[in-house]
C-alpha cells in the first residue's frame, strides 16, 4: 500500500509538471497562476503545496527534468586523468546541443525559460538558480581549459577567465537565438562550426568524435507557442 501511495504521489507530481510546462508555453510563466496549473492537472491547488513550495519552486523542479539530462554529457566527461580534455569538453558541448534540437521537450522548456518568463520577485529563486547553473558551467570551462592548455603545452593567449566565459556566453547566445526560430539553421553543426572557431582562435585544437561528425543536420518544426 505504501508503495502504491507513493507511486500515486509521483503520477500527482508529474501531472502538474506536466500541465505546467503546456500553460507556461502557451500563456507564459507570469499569466499562469497555481491554480490554472492544478485545474489543468484535475487536481487541487493544495495538492501543489504538498510537491511544491511556490511556483518558483515548481518552476525549478520543471527545469530540473530536462536540465539534468542536458548535464549528463558533462558529468559523462568529466576531467578524467590521462584523457584528451579538449575533446571530451567538445564532444560534451556537442552532445548537449544535439539533445537540445532533438528532444521535444528539452526544447520546450528551453523556450519557456529563455523566452516566456520574466523576473518578478515571485520568480527570485529561478533567477538564483539560472546564475548558479551559469557559473557552474564557466567554471567547468574553465577547469577544462586549463587542463587542455597544459596538455597541448600551450600558454592561453587570453585570461582563461575570460576565455571559459567566452565559451559559455557563446553556447547560451547559439541556443537562445536558435530557440527563436528552430527552422532558421541546424544547431547541431552551427554549434559544431562556432566552437571549432572559438577553440582555434585560442590556439587549441580537439581531435573530433566520428559519431558527432556523422550526425546529419536536422531542423525540427516550428514550436507551437
Known amino acids: 500500500m505504501a508503495r502504491r501511495t507513493k507511486a500515486d504521489a509521483q503520477a500527482t507530481r508529474s501531472s502538474l509538471l506536466d500541465a505546467a510546462e503546456q500553460l507556461f508555453q502557451a500563456r507564459g510563466v507570469s499569466r499562469t497562476s497555481l491554480n490554472d496549473i492544478a485545474l489543468a492537472a484535475g487536481t487541487t491547488r493544495g ?93 567547468y570551462n574553465r577547469a577544462a581549459l586549463e587542463r587542455a592548455f597544459n596538455e597541448q603545452q600551450k600558454a592561453p593567449p587570453i585570461a582563461l577567465d575570460t576565455a571559459a566565459l567566452g565559451l559559455q556566453i557563446m553556447v547560451e547566445g547559439l541556443v537562445q537565438h536558435w530557440l527563436l526560430n528552430p527552422q ?30 556523422n550526425i546529419k543536420p536536422k531542423v525540427p518544426p516550428a514550436p507551437a507557442l
Not at 525549478?60 to 569538453?89: D, F, I, K, W, Y
Not at 564532444?91 to 522548456?109: E, G, K, P, S, Y
Open 47 to 139: 495538492a501543489i503545496y504538498w510537491h511544491f513550495k511556490d511556483k518558483a519552486d515548481l518552476f525549478n523542479a520543471m527545469m530540473e527534468r530536462v536540465t539534468l539530462p542536458l548535464e549528463a554529457p558533462m558529468a559523462r566527461a568529466g576531467l578524467a586523468h590521462g584523457t584528451n580534455t579538449l575533446t571530451q569538453l567538445r564532444a560534451a558541448l556537442l552532445d548537449a546541443l544535439h539533445l537540445i534540437a532533438n528532444d521535444d521537450q528539452t526544447r520546450r522548456v528551453l523556450q519557456i525559460a529563455t523566452h516566456k518568463m520574466e523576473f518578478t520577485d515571485e520568480l527570485g529563486d529561478v533567477q538564483t538558480r539560472r546564475l548558479r547553473t551559469h557559473n557552474d558551467c564557466v567554471a
Open 184 to 213: 532558421a539553421f541546424d544547431l547541431v553543426h552551427s554549434g559544431q562550426a562556432m566552437l571549432d572557431t572559438y577553440l582555434a582562435g585560442l590556439g587549441l585544437h580537439a581531435t573530433h568524435t566520428p559519431a558527432l561528425e
